[in-house]
T-cell receptor, first 112, second 118 residues
Framework: LAKTTQPISMDSYEGQEVNITCSHNNIATNDYITWYQQFPSQGPRFIIQ???TKVTNEVASLFIPADRKSSTLSLPRVSLSDTAVYYCLVGVQDQAGTALIFGKGTTLSVSS | GAVVSQHPSRVICKSGTSVKIECRSL??????MFWYRQFPKQSLMLMAT?????????EQGVEKDKFLINHASLTLSTLTVTSAHPEDSSFYIC??????????????FGAGTRLSVL
């Protein structure tokens, strides 16, 4: 599985847009990019998944440049409840038997 | 979305006892489930892959006799921590991939089990 690199931590204020960038230089042709969110003492929760260009859902947007060597998770107008750890994962998502290997993640702290 | 139920959410036990953690996929079938372990302020570490009807696959360094995994049905996997010791205290999380109707092989996670061994 491709290795990912993302900032250890980020700070923001309520109402701001937060962009978390993940580097995955060795991404393979069949790999998808998936982001998960984890609150303390809870299991991770799926946020968004994409392969190329831009994906948007009710929670976030995911921007993927043409070379796919990085991706950016964009959280619009964050609130205090968005304080969590965000994990970027890259892997072949069409294989049900493939486990997810988590990196260190980015701890986002949102203040009022 | 798909729901994975994990039980119990918290266990406090004496050293030497065994603890069983259940992981159920509530509205979909999962021939494969995964068990993770997470220490405070660290990332999730994959322990093993649970396969329905066959033996689990353990990651390097994980004792299979210590962490017994049973995947007896398409919706249930159990992790038993045998003869638990204080160093086994951790947060254990299971996950299952959703397929088809519930999502294109996105992993769905249980809420986790906090194990504290005294």
């Amino acid at each position: 599985l491709a290795k990912t690199t993302q900032p250890i931590s980020m700070d923001s204020y309520e109402g701001q847009e937060v962009n978390i960038t993940c580097s995955h230089n060795n991404i393979a042709t069949n790999d998808y990019i998936t982001w998960y969110q984890q609150f303390p003492s809870q299991g991770p929760r799926f946020i968004i998944q994409g392969y190329k260009t831009k994906v948007t859902n009710e929670v976030a947007s995911l921007f993927i440049p043409a070379d796919r060597k990085s991706s950016t998770l964009s959280l619009p107008r964050v609130s205090l409840s968005d304080t969590a750890v965000y994990y970027c994962l890259v892997g072949v998502q069409d294989q049900a038997g493939t486990a997810l290997i988590f990196g260190k993640g980015t701890t986002l702290s949102v203040s009022s | 979305g798909a729901v994975v139920s994990q039980h119990p959410s918290r266990v406090i036990c004496k050293s030497g006892t065994s603890v069983k953690i259940e992981c159920r996929s509530l509205d979909f079938q999962a021939t494969t489930m995964f068990w993770y372990r997470q220490f405070p302020k660290q990332s999730l570490m994959l322990m093993a892959t649970s396969n329905e009807g066959s033996k689990a696959t353990y990651e390097q360094g994980v004792e299979k006799d210590k962490f017994l995994i049973n995947h007896a049905s398409l919706t249930l996997s159990t992790l038993t921590v045998t003869s638990a010791h204080p160093e086994d205290s951790s947060f254990y999380i299971c996950s299952a991939p959703g397929t088809g109707r519930v999502g294109r092989n996105i992993q769905y996670f249980g809420a986790g089990t906090r194990l504290s061994v005294l």
